[in-house]
């Protein structure tokens, strides 16, 4: 029967629910969770994960970049929120923070399609945050899961039209440094059908000079309902990128002069980046496969890719890239004598072509001639194996155990230095063991111990020597990570996630630059490290309007072994990582779909370099948005919205460079910022 309740009636009520409870009224017992592949109810999971809800995602946000969805996440930290140009910085419990731009060390799945790719790299400037609808974070080492590069995981799921009425909705959002945005949807279901359709166009000028952006996105799925058990989803997602300007990194001395200044050569040499991605995918599921469930996926993604980094030298990369995949897994339930046992196992193939070449810009910013030329192929294939052992209702044993082989392969095109080409292979194990117990139907504690590894990317294989092929001095990294974890809803409204954690790290991937050539990164293999620490969240339904929720991570990330052209850094800080980050939000609902929220949030001091001589401050940062729905009649709404971000105009940095040569570490952060927008939903 259709349901006639206007639509505010659904939204309005959504910033009420716990954290422990979806958007659609469920119990915090009957959440499911679908990114650690095998899925469980929340309260019988042996991993530390954070789901993010629909309105986290999208109440009063300008849905730009993750870090307005994750902050609230504890163990999770991000940068580079404001250069388009080199990508927004993902750190889980310190994997992902070697990353100058981009993604690494984390995986990234979108609509079960692996943004990952199989040398361990990501990006994130596709993510459709207009149609994302649930957002899954595994935080900790998760191989035997998802193969290379696993020290977290990102699962981001978007909207197919089943869950959300017929309606279209055109929202408009504008702000300071000339931001505009303009946002399209429409979904729907009619009968077996059902879809989803998203497109945005992005355009600023960003707070720095030399910081503009044009970004334009589309999202749609489209689902078919075979029969009650068997589905057909097909996902198209587009993104054209014609400019995303690149303002660089500054010195502390001009950090003090101007804030607000391009880096030197960025204008000179127009530094930034221009992209051209689509990606399309099909996936089936059949429910009822014999005794058990069948799932097949496979995609394709294309990307044309220029970038001019800000120096001279080798530093202009242009490349088109191929990269698809396919993955099947099957699920069954039995009994082992007389318990409960249920699987999940899976096969999954992956290859990356990468057909780059690199190009002089003298220090006049003139293009020169080619400095490489060369088809990077990287070939991933793996199988799995994960299962539950149900010894009581209450308490579960998960172990799972994974194999992958990663090939990775130059073939070297550039001829006038000889030919660099190479190839590396990889064949690595990965294993879980997991205890849940849950002691009373909202309340679990758990156990857990996993492994991950890491090969380096394309480019951390650089050699700086200055020739071609794989640096063969760079190992991958393995990690080993233990964690136990506690996590219940309370009858009077509270909810609570606690987790204790120890990640053992050897051969530590980590970024530095060689002020003798140019700006660009190397890597090497830093011994090893660790990270330990505590995790901790908590949400508090006051009443029906009010809700507060805070998140707390003290963690300690620390060199155990490292040495390095005579230098001695046992004992150092790992670069990067704040150790002390608290997230706070206070939440406030009226009627008819009046809200605000405000969030307060503490960063701790860090460090830039593997010697801790380059120190970064502490600091808060405060945001605010609220916002207002109208219903203009029966099937017309209007929903209102306004926010400032950083309101106490604090200064700090967007992004701090590892290891940076010439002093340049820092990238500053924009002062107070607002933005307001209008929504029609019809």
């Known amino acids: 029967m259709k349901n006639n309740k206007p639509i505010f009636f659904y939204l309005s009520g959504l910033m009420a629910l716990p954290i422990t409870m979806t958007a659609y009224g469920q119990s915090g017992a009957d959440i499911t969770v679908t990114a650690p592949v095998i899925e469980r109810e929340l309260y019988q999971t042996p991993v530390s994960i954070s789901i993010v809800r629909p309105e986290s995602i999208k109440k009063g946000q300008p849905k730009l970049k993750l870090d307005e969805t994750l902050n609230q996440i504890p163990g999770v930290f991000l940068q580079n929120q404001e250069n388009f140009a080199q990508g927004e910085r993902v750190a889980i419990r310190g994997f992902g923070s070697r990353a100058p731009f981009g993604v690494r060390g984390v995986t990234v799945v979108v609509d079960g399609i692996p943004y990952t790719l199989p040398d361990g790299q990501a990006q994130l400037d596709a993510i459709d945050l207009d149609s994302a609808e649930r957002i899954e974070v595994i935080r900790g080492p998760a191989s035997v899961m998802y193969g290379n590069a696993a020290g977290g995981v990102i699962s981001v799921t978007t909207a197919d039209g089943r869950n959300n009425p017929n309606q279209t909705s055109i929202r408009a959002t504008g702000g300071s440094n000339s931001f505009g945005k303009l946002a399209l949807s429409n979904s729907g279901n009619n009968g077996d059908w059902s879809h989803n359709v998203s497109f945005s166009a992005l355009n600023s000028e960003g707070y720095r000079d030399h910081a503009e952006v044009e970004k334009y996105l589309f999202n749609s799925k489209l689902r078919w309902a075979l029969d009650n058990d068997r589905s057909l989803t097909a996902i198209i997602n587009l993104l054209d990128n014609p400019r995303s300007q690149d303002p660089g990194a500054l010195t502390a001395e001009q950090v003090a002069e101007d804030r607000s200044q391009a880096g030197r050569f960025t ?179 758990f156990a857990n111990i996993s492994t991950a590894f890491e090969t380096p990317t394309f480019s951390e294989f650089a050699n700086p020597t200055g020739m071609g092929g794989l640096n063969s001095d760079t190992q991958p990294q393995k990690s080993l990570n233990h964690e136990l974890g506690l996590r219940g809803a309370l009858n009077n409204g509270m909810d609570y996630d606690l987790t204790l954690f120890w990640v053992d790290v050897r051969d530590e991937l980590i970024p530095y630059e060689l002020p003798s050539t140019d700006d660009r990164t190397y890597y090497r293999n830093a011994g090893d490290t660790t990270r330990k620490g505590l995790e901790a969240s908590a949400g508090w339904l006051l009443s029906q309007s009010w809700r507060i929720e805070t998140a707390l991570t003290l963690a300690d990330y620390t060199f155990d072994e490292y040495r390095s052209e005579g230098n001695n850094y046992d004992g150092n800080r790992l670069p990067g990582l704040p150790e002390k980050v608290w997230s706070n939000r206070l939440q406030w609902l009226g009627l008819g779909g009046t809200f605000a929220t405000l969030e307060a949030r503490y960063i701790g001091d860090m460090v830039a370099d593997d010697a801790n001589d380059v120190y970064v401050d502490d600091y808060w940062l405060v945001n605010l948005r609220g916002g207002d729905t109208f219903y203009v009649n029966r099937n017309l709404l209007l929903k209102g919205f306004a926010g400032v971000r950083n309101l106490s105009d604090r200064d700090h940095f967007a992004n701090v460079r590892i290891n940076a040569s010439n002093d340049r570490y820092f990238e500053p952060a924009a002062g107070r910022t607002w933005y307001a927008g209008l929504e029609l939903i019809f």
């Open 267 to 445: 204008e000179e040499y127009d530094s930034g980046q221009t992209v051209d991605q689509q990606v399309l995918g099909l996936q089936y599921q059949d429910l009822s496969a014999g005794p058990g469930e069948f799932r097949a996926k496979t995609f394709y993604m294309r990307r044309n890719f220029e970038q001019q980094l800000p120096f001279p030298g080798s530093s202009r990369i242009d490349y088109n890239r191929n990269y698809f995949g396919a993955s099947t897994d099957y699920r069954h339930s039995f009994k082992i004598a007389g318990l409960p046992f249920r699987y999940v196992a899976g096969l999954a193939a992956r290859e990356q072509r990468d057909d780059r070449i690199r190009t002089e810009m003298s220090f006049g910013g003139d293009l020169q001639g080619l400095t490489a030329d060369e088809l990077q192929t990287a070939t991933a294939l793996g199988g799995f194996v994960q299962g539950d052992l149900n010894f009581t209702d209450q308490l579960a044993l998960s172990i799972g155990g994974r194999f992958d082989r990663v090939r990775m392969k130059v073939t070297d095109d550039y001829s006038s230095d000889g030919d660099q080409s190479g190839g590396r292979t990889f064949r690595e194990w990965s294993g879980s063991a997991g205890l849940s117990y849950r002691y009373m139907p909202t309340h679990q504690a």
